[in-house]
Every structure is written in C-alpha cells, then in structure tokens.
C-alpha cells in the first residue's frame, strides 16, 4: 500500500520516483562491465610480454613461469567480474519465499490403475 493512499502509487505523477533511485540503464550497466573486462585483460598481454623480457634479463625461467602463472587466471576474472551484476535491492521481489501451496510428492496418494 502506498503511503498517500491508493490513488498515489510510485512512479505515478502525484508520487514521482525519486532520480536517486533509479537505476543505471542497461547501456550504462553493460558499458562498465566492458570496461572492466577490457581493464583486467589489458594487462595479460603485457605480462606475457614481460615474462619474455624477464627471461632475457635474467635467464631464470622461474621467475618468467611466475608471470605467466600469474596471467592464466586474469580471463576467469575478468569474465567473472564482467559478467556480476550490481547488488540486488532489499525492495527487489524474491523468486522463492520459503512457501509451498503444493503438497509434496510423497505425501500425494498413490494411483492405481484398474484394467
């Protein structure tokens, strides 16, 4: 129920939602997971590239299998972080609550079946 009665409901003129609100629109959302993907995957290049330097440097291939260990997980993240989604409001419905109208299938009678 709204709190200016029934005839105000939110969104509608006489109770406006508030801009502080709303949400960022999917573009926006979409266009800051891409960013942040492409900011993690910047630096897995890079870092092969530096493992070869590395190796030229110092001719330890520890420390050059190091980082590229540390590069192998950077695509997992970045796909993990791309794909989050921002945190879901308290005022968001939730798909299960904990009820159940139906009984359960074993409490149901068996059928027979009289040929």
């Known amino acids: 129920m709204a709190r200016y009665g029934a005839s105000h409901e939110e969104g509608s ?3 406006p939602v508030l801009i502080t609100e709303a949400e960022a629109s999917f573009e926006d959302q979409h266009r800051a997971r891409v960013r942040k993907y492409l900011t ?3 630096f897995r290049f890079p870092a092969l590239i530096f493992a070869a330097i590395a190796y030229g440097i110092w001719a330890n291939p520890w420390v ?3 980082i590229i260990a540390l590069s192998i997980p950077l695509p997992w993240a970045a796909v993990l972080i791309a794909n989050d989604r921002p945190p879901r409001r308290a005022s968001e419905p939730s798909r299960y609550d ?3 109208d139906a ?3 074993e409490s149901q009678r068996p059928y027979t ?3």
């Open 13 to 15: 003129p006489g109770n």
């Open 40 to 42: 993690i995957m910047v």
């Open 64 to 66: 050059s299998m190091g």
């Open 98 to 100: 904990g009820r159940s």
């Open 103 to 105: 009984p359960a299938l």
């Open 113 to 115: 079946i009289d040929g």
